[in-house]
């Protein structure tokens, strides 16, 4: 069985130069039935690149030239960079575009970035990986507009500490909180996995916290790579799916 990579970065993202086209043609080799790209759009974050937005009606225009000229379907999603002093901005901007698919991610924290490392200043590990849970459980509180909710434990791959992982027992309670409600609001979390290509050597979430979101009753759940480029398409994918289906989920393919 085939699956759909969820999570796919093309040049219209301020941090990719990858073609579509590329993208594409690779689907084709791979002989996937669709391909969805998520390209970012960020609201709140302090990085110039990433103020500007994809002008989405001509994006789709674009779009479907090339689903005609490479005879393959194209969905159109989006990575939502959310940001809660931004959320009726975000909420008109779903509106006014009918995306196939939208992952809710955490760029940010409280006006401060994670990449350049604002966030961490003054702070422990526990302090600055608790901050960020609670703003992920503010998000899939008071923010619907969603399909999945992108790499859950995301922060820990920006965290200047020398040992950035985790215990799940540390954030338990919150976390878990975290799952329950993704599950109450009928959601999915995305299994994302960078973070196997970077020092870390994990998913995003990690296993401890996908086992426990299927222990909470969790049955949804979609493959990212987040790839910026076609060479990390899919990339872990093989052993992911091996991995998910050990623990006891069954994936079909949509």
């Known amino acids: 069985m085939k699956y759909i990579d969820h999570h796919v970065h093309t040049k219209f993202s301020p941090d990719s130069q990858e073609e579509v086209e590329t993208y594409l043609t690779k689907a084709k080799e791979l002989g996937l039935d669709y391909v969805l790209f998520t390209d970012h759009v960020d609201f709140g974050g302090i990085d110039p690149d990433f103020m500007d937005h994809i002008d989405y009606y001509k994006y789709k225009e674009y779009m479907k030239k090339l689903e005609f000229q490479y005879e393959i379907p194209i969905k159109i999603g989006v990575e939502i960079g959310y940001e809660r002093n931004h959320k009726d901005e975000i909420e008109s901007f779903l509106d006014t575009h009918d995306f196939d698919f939208v992952i809710a991610s955490i760029h940010y924290g409280n006006g401060l970035d994670f990449y350049l490392g604002d966030f961490f200043t003054g702070k422990t590990k526990y302090e600055a990986y608790t901050e960020y849970f609670n703003i992920?459980?503010?998000?899939?509180?008071?923010?619907?507009?969603?399909?999945?909710?992108?790499?859950?434990?995301?922060?820990?791959?920006?965290?200047?500490?020398?040992?950035?992982?985790?215990?799940?027992?540390?954030?338990?309670?919150?976390?878990?909180?975290?799952?329950?409600?993704?599950?109450?609001?009928?959601?999915?979390?995305?299994?994302?996995?960078?973070?196997?290509?970077?020092?870390?050597?994990?998913?995003?979430?990690?296993?401890?916290?996908?086992?426990?979101?299927?222990?909470?009753?969790?049955?949804?759940?979609?493959?990212?790579?987040?790839?910026?480029?076609?060479?990390?398409?899919?990339?872990?994918?093989?052993?992911?799916?091996?991995?998910?289906?050990?623990?006891?989920?069954?994936?079909?393919?949509?």
């Open 136 to 254: 992920v459980l503010d998000m899939v509180k008071n923010f619907k507009s969603y399909d999945v909710v992108g790499h859950l434990d995301y922060i820990t791959r920006y965290g200047p500490y020398e040992d950035k992982h985790y215990d799940y027992d540390d954030y338990k309670d919150i976390i878990d909180e975290i799952l329950i409600t993704i599950i109450d609001n009928n959601k999915a979390i995305e299994v994302n996995t960078s973070g196997l290509r970077g020092e870390l050597n994990v998913t995003f979430p990690k296993d401890e916290v996908i086992l426990r979101y299927k222990q909470l009753g969790g049955r949804y759940i979609s493959l990212g790579s987040d790839c910026h480029s076609v060479q990390d398409y899919q990339a872990g994918f093989s052993d992911l799916i091996n991995n998910l289906d050990s623990m006891g989920f069954i994936l079909n393919k949509i």
